[in-house]
């Protein structure tokens, strides 16, 4: 066991509501998280405390959203961190779970998000792979439709969100995993592609196949360094964590002009 002290600084729900604020949170709007927990430093009572400050500025009137994707329900043939032996592709496929969006866990997008996910009352929305989940007075809304052949476009809750006046809040997290930026690729000239995952039908579990724009976060990054030093961002720091917070409809119509011209689309 360690006995090395935490680096801190600690984090409370007031500290980091407080933090919030500041930052310029408002009660009653609609807000896109996304976060990396360790970087806010030690967070007394840990993600739940998070979630519980966050519900806090919001407030009744308010909505919290959380991407709780399950990109492991996939083809494995596009495996690769790590791939598996392409003699067990059609077991798996076989075999996998069909997306349930009361069990089926987030996966790859932190611990945040599931906390979201299994929180009372959280509504979750019906992609196999590209769920998202919401807490508060709009969550129904935003998150009913999300079509299985749009993982993060016009049928999805990102579109929905645009709508509602969202902003972005990157919680220690960057540019990187900004999903608002995916909508943009729906707007643009974007090859196609097979998509392929686990789900339920009307006759039962299936595994399918459907056409989807081909979704790539490459250069997400550069993206939004243009896009913070072009137009208005508000950056700060929450616990120990840098974070951004800012218009999501500004930053896919800014990603919408930037993607052709710095990032061209490929072949498919």
């Known amino acids: 066991m360690s006995t090395t002290p ?3 600084p600690l984090c409370t729900r007031g500290s980091l509501a407080a933090d919030l ?3 310029g949170l408002h009660p ?3 807000l896109l998280l996304h976060t990396s927990l360790s970087s806010l430093g030690w967070v007394c009572g840990g993600a739940g405390t998070v979630v519980r400050a966050l519900l806090d500025v919001l407030g009744d009137d308010g909505t919290l959203v ?3 994707h399950s990109g492991d ?3 494995p043939a596009n495996w690769g961190n790590p791939p598996v032996p392409e003699g067990w592709w059609a077991d798996i496929r076989a075999s996998m779970p069909a997306y349930d969006a009361r069990t089926t866990p987030a ?8 906390t979201v996910r299994t929180w009372p009352g959280a509504v979750r929305s019906a992609h196999p792979q590209t769920s998202f989940a919401a807490l508060g007075a709009r969550a129904a809304g935003l998150m009913d439709g999300h079509a299985p052949d749009c993982r993060l476009g016009e049928r999805s809750p990102l579109a929905r969100l ?3 006046g969202a902003r972005v809040l990157l919680l220690g997290a960057g540019f990187d995993s900004c999903t608002a930026f995916h909508l943009a690729e729906y707007r643009i000239p974007t090859p196609q592609a097979d998509n392929s995952f686990a789900a339920m039908t009307p006759t039962g579990r299936r595994w399918l196949t459907v056409r ?3 979704i790539s976060a490459d250069r997400f990054d550069a993206l939004g360094t243009s896009f913070e030093a072009e137009r208005p961002v508000v950056r700060g720091t929450v616990g120990a964590a840098p974070s951004r917070l800012f218009s999501l409809a500004e930053a896919v119509a800014y990603a919408t002009s930037w993607l052709p011209k710095h990032r061209p689309p490929t072949t498919s």
């Open 162 to 164: 645009e709508e509602a």
């Open 66 to 68: 959380v991407p709780t």
């Open 28 to 30: 009653g709007e609609t």
């Open 6 to 8: 935490p680096a801190g």
């Open 73 to 75: 329900n996939s083809d």
């Open 212 to 214: 989807d724009t081909a």
């Open 21 to 23: 604020r500041t930052l």
């Open 107 to 114: 996966f790859g997008v932190g611990v945040l998000p599931e």
